[in-house]
């Protein structure tokens, strides 16, 4: 199949007054990231960036025209991309040497990007083979404790390793709201990237089974409720709802 290079890119869901969810319309299903946009009444929030593949700026800046902080919820490619346009960028201080010096290997790419991963290609000289991460040193770490503090809404910070040494998450305790970055979304979890750590992230499970939560915003898929989470924490506990090896994982979602 031939793909046509493509220029709307991105698509952008109104998911509530002050929440939008901007997708890569055109990265398969099961590798596209959850951009999500907070507008609040100080900044804005913007939770992860994509792949970088197209400027995600202009299109952030038709919701809305104030400072936007870029979260990202843990350093791989698919949720890092398009930091760099912004100067504000905050994550965790375990995974800084790897926002600064991102590649292939170690963003987590290249398992994941080949030429099933694009429905359509972001312009005409593009080439999967040649896809890299742009660097975006963080310029600023959160950590377990931390408050995020719009003016309007205020969200905690919770360390959850074990996807990845740093994934952070942003809970809202007055609408009970979870950001989860790959800490949790609704599919099979992903714990054999190089630098994942099972036994830990069971224990960062453990911990979001007794967190009062009425909405999950994954870093992949739709958002869910508390039922749903207890299902795929309790699932993953089990051995089960588990991504294994990715390259058997993507073949599968590929029907191969
Ligand atoms: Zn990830």
């Known amino acids: 199949m031939n793909k046509m290079a493509i220029d709307d890119w991105y698509e952008v869901i109104p998911i509530s007054d002050d929440l939008s969810l901007i ?37 952030i800046a038709t919701l809305s025209e104030k400072q936007i902080t870029v979260i990202s919820t843990h350093c791989h490619f698919d949720h890092i991309g398009g930091a760099h346009e912004f100067e504000c960028r905050l994550g965790h201080r375990l995974e800084e040497a790897l926002h600064r010096e991102p590649n292939h290997e170690n ?29 975006a040193p963080l310029t600023g770490y959160l950590d377990e404790g931390d408050v995020v503090d719009l003016g309007d809404r205020a969200f905690q910070v919770l360390h959850l390793p074990g996807h990845s040494p740093g994934s952070i998450a942003l ?6 709201t979870l950001f989860s ?15 994942s750590d099972k036994m830990i992230y069971r224990e960062s499970l453990q911990r979001l089974r007794e967190l009062d939560v009425e909405t999950v915003h994954g ?11 207890l299902e795929i924490i309790d699932d993953y506990l089990a051995g089960k709802a588990v991504m294994g090896d990715a390259k058997a994982w993507i073949d599968n979602q590929l029907g191969k």
């Open 181 to 195: 970055g790959d800490a949790i979304y609704n599919g099979e979890l992903f714990d054999t990237v190089y630098h």
């Open 107 to 135: 963003s987590g790419a290249a398992e994941f990007v080949r030429a099933e991963t694009f429905l359509a290609l972001p312009d005409n000289d593009f080439h999967y083979e040649s896809y890299r991460v742009i660097p």
């Open 171 to 176: 809970y809202e305790l007055k609408s009970k």
């Open 23 to 59: 997708r890569e319309k055109y990265i398969a299903h099961w590798l596209r990231c959850n951009i999500w946009h907070l507008s609040g009444k100080n900044f804005d929030l913007l939770i992860d960036s994509g792949m970088g593949l197209r400027p995600l700026k202009q299109e």
């Open 219 to 229: 870093g992949h898929y739709g958002s869910f409720g508390r039922r749903r989470m």
